[in-house]
């Protein structure tokens, strides 16, 4: 690549209406640290230039100009990555957070939204229209990365991976071009899309999307035990998961009670329905848990609306953060039962197991680079504030990891840690899928102006 573009050459872009934070100047640092989610990493690497645009025309002119001054693009929407993929040494950040628009036309059932928006807002947005989309699971998880990625929200036992709900998606290409992909226009890059993750070629900027209707209520059922006693709950709770219908979400999760700071497992039960009757019978295997298992506090259960469902699933920021995934077809009490003797160096650190009533892996696009998934995924999730913590926590991600290492049939990109890694990939698609991705990026950006992977 060339070094980097004058300084006067920027302000030719911040002229077309971008704004422009350059490396060494006022207000760099702040904006690097805003962009980036995972504190761990948020000073780690350092762009030339981060370019925030709020329209699509800005994006295609920031990478008009980097393509003429030798510089690489990486494209950030909500920065809600553990890796911080978008951060690059070089190059320019281009922050596509501003794209928050969102165009609801309920009576087709179809939305075009910005790539920036988050989707608790966007959900709040289409409940006026009683509309629905599965959205991320924590509150702040943008559709940019999380739709490119595959996206595993809410209700996806019956609406499936998010990205099986865009129909079209507009994007600038490494040309500078400002395109819409589906699956009659550049369908190459709408395949790839829809499930590449944070190596995709193009800087999306907005998604044209399938609704449903918003379902009139959820209902959710929360107790929590003693990580001890994971022997009495493993046989269960694999049995109450079987007995479940698909639409029916089931979490369980690893780490320091609320209340007591002990070792804990919380399981958390939750489906949507057509009247709270529905949605309650949906989750009614879990409502009896074992007498030998040891619970901490009592049982939390009711009805709830579905855009109020990712309050049950806090993730706090402004944290240190490292993490890992893996899908895996084994049954949810042996994987309980390989991780419920390693508790987390830090109190706000968690292992999530979830999966969908039958076990049933959750239905993914026809066409997509979303190639491969599971019945059961497990997300290994450190946070912590000191970086003196920073080797224990990574280490214990690791050790958990290799614990479930038995039952692992692959990888989610969109969680999984890319950088430890070539090798990482290949557990994120099949073999089939991830040489058509490299053939697809050598088409469309064959001087590798977007970055190919963490």
Known sequence: MAPPAPDDSFDKLAGKGAAVHLAGTSGFDQARDRAIWNKRLAQARTPAAIVSVDCAEQAAEAVRFAVSNGLTVSPRGGGHNYEASPLRDGGILLDLGGLNGVEVHAEKRIAKVGAGILGSALSEELARHRLAFPIGHCVDVALSGYLIAGGFGWNAGEWGAACANVEAIEMVTAAGEIVLANADNHPELFWAARGNGPGFFAAATAYHLKLHPLPPTAYAWRAAFAATSAPELAEWLTAAVAAAPAQTEVGCFLFAHWDT??????????????????????????????????????????????????????????????????????????????????????????????????????????????????????????????????????AWVRRVDDALAPFRTGRYVGEADLTLGPQRRGECFTPEALERLEAIRRRYDPDGLFPPWP
């Open 261 to 394: 700071g002990e070792h804990a497992i919380v399981l958390r039960v939750s489906a949507c329905g057509d009247n709270e009757a529905d949605a309650r019978e949906k989750i009614a295997p879990f409502t009896a848990p074992p007498r030998a298992a040891r619970m901490i506090g009592e049982v939390k259960e009711g009805p709830m609306p579905f855009t109020e469902l990712f309050k049950l699933s806090p993730m706090p920021a402004g944290k240190r953060v490292a993490a890992d995934h893996m899908w895996s077809d084994a049954a949810i009490g042996d994987l309980l039962l390989a991780v419920h003797e390693l508790p987390a160096p830090s109190p706000d650190s968690t292992i999530d197991i979830v999966a969908f009533g039958g076990h049933t892996p959750v239905a993914a696009p026809e066409n997509a680079a979303l190639t491969v998934s599971g019945g059961t995924g497990v997300g290994i999730y450190a946070l912590w504030d000191d970086a003196a913590g920073d080797e224990a926590n990574r």
